[in-house]
Every structure is written in structure tokens, then in C-alpha cells.
């Protein structure tokens, strides 16, 4: 069965230094988002990409964040300075969307856990 | 007011029992109501949704909702030990936005 997959599982780095966080959405899906999880808290929408461009973004996603799908396959989610409350778990998630119902359908990776130290 | 709210729990149920798992939402224009169900260290992976008011059907799993009391359940019949996880309800607000509940972390004891 086709699934979300993200790389890596577990990123450390410093306070401050740039991440690049990456995943394959499922094949012929058109819709990508960004969610994140901070330990013991809810699962956090942060944007959603669509057609090369961001269709929708929450406050969180300033402008220390950006998103890229730079080719046919992988779709980025790259944080410039991170900061400790950056420190959550993020999954990338996809959805047909090829249909209007295929919308609510998202399917979400296994996420990559991001410790800011 | 939150959007979603949902008691994390922890609920522990003996194996066989029916399990209920709920949730609340603040704004009537909702109109998308789903459940996930997310493994320790996992994504969280989509069970069902429904659409407005009503009831859905899977297997041993029914989803409810009831628009007037903006309330929304889901019910696992003869629940096995591998139901235990956390169950996430969430809305779908706009055209691509999930918002999710705290979650409810369930466990089903042999």
C-alpha cells in the first residue's frame, strides 16, 4: 500500500542552525501539508502546497519557515533558524485531491522527530 | 473557545468491551468530522470520517455525529488489544486545514 514517507526519523542540531526536513508524498497526490506536534500537545496544522505554490498557512509558519517541492517526488519543509521551541515532532501529509472529497482524505508520514538543543 | 476539545483520557478497557470516544466543536459550520488513530512514535493514520450529521459504519468502528449538541463519537466494538492507542478527532476548517483534538489515549487490557 502506498504511504507518506520522511527522512530523517530523528534530527539534533543547535539553536540556530538551518534544517531541512524531507518527504515523498504518495504518488499522484496533489496536495502536500505540513503538521507539527509538540510533545504532549495537539497536532499543530502549519501549511498545505498545492499547484508549486502555499494555498494556506497558520500564524506559526513565519517567515523562519518555508516549503518546497523541488522535484517530481520530495516536497521540503526547511527551517532557516531554529529556535528550542521549534523542538516537535513534524509530519508531512498528503491528500488525491483530484476529486473535491479527496480533500479530507490526508494521509499523513510517519513524522520526523526535531530536537533544538 | 477551542475549536476542538476531547479528554485525553488515559481509558483503559477490558478486551471485548464496547469503547465510546468523544469529542466537541465550537463552530455549527463545520461540516467534516474525522478520526485518526495514532501509534506511539507513530503518523497518525485516518480511520473514517463523515459528512454533517449522521452515522458511519466500518467494520467494528462507527463514527456519530450530532449537530445540534455539537458532539461527535466514535464507537469500537469488541475492542482487541491492537485498538490501543491514541484516537484523534479532528474538523476539517476551510478547504485544507485539520484541526485536531488532544487526543485520547486507550488501552485494551487481555
Known amino acids: 500500500e502506498p504511504e507518506v514517507t520522511q527522512t530523517p526519523s530523528h534530527q539534533v542540531t543547535q539553536m540556530g542552525q538551518e534544517v531541512i526536513l524531507r518527504c515523498v508524498p504518495i504518488s499522484n497526490h496533489l496536495y502536500f501539508y505540513w503538521y507539527r506536534q509538540i510533545l504532549g500537545q495537539k497536532v499543530e496544522f502549519l501549511v498545505s502546497?498545492?499547484?508549486?505554490?502555499?494555498?494556506?498557512k497558520s500564524e506559526i509558519f513565519d517567515d523562519q519557515f518555508s516549503v518546497e517541492r523541488p522535484d517530481g517526488s520530495n516536497f521540503t519543509l526547511k527551517i532557516r533558524s531554529t529556535k528550542l521551541e521549534d523542538s516537535a515532532m513534524y509530519f508531512c501529509?498528503?491528500?488525491?485531491?483530484?476529486?473535491?472529497?479527496?480533500?479530507?482524505?490526508?494521509?499523513f508520514g510517519p513524522g520526523t522527530r526535531l530536537t533544538v538543543t | 473557545q477551542k475549536e476542538v476539545e476531547q479528554d485525553p483520557g488515559p481509558l483503559s478497557v477490558p478486551e471485548g468491551a464496547i469503547v465510546s470516544l468523544n469529542c466537541t466543536y465550537s463552530?455549527?459550520?463545520?461540516?467534516?468530522f474525522m478520526w485518526y488513530r495514532q501509534y506511539s512514535r507513530k503518523g497518525p493514520e485516518l480511520l473514517m470520517y463523515?459528512?454533517?450529521?449522521g452515522n458511519k459504519e466500518d467494520g467494528r468502528f462507527t463514527a456519530q455525529v450530532d449537530k445540534s449538541s455539537k458532539y461527535i463519537s466514535l464507537f469500537i466494538r469488541d475492542s482487541q488489544p491492537s485498538d490501543s492507542a491514541t484516537y484523534l478527532c479532528a474538523i476539517f476548517q476551510g478547504a485544507q486545514k485539520l484541526v485536531f483534538g488532544q487526543g485520547t489515549r486507550l488501552t485494551i487490557n487481555p
Open positions: 463523515t459528512y454533517s450529521s
Open positions: 463552530n455549527s459550520a463545520f461540516q467534516y
Open positions: 502546497f498545492y499547484n508549486n505554490e502555499i494555498s494556506e
Open positions: 501529509a498528503s491528500s488525491p485531491g483530484q476529486a473535491a472529497i479527496d480533500f479530507y482524505e490526508q494521509y
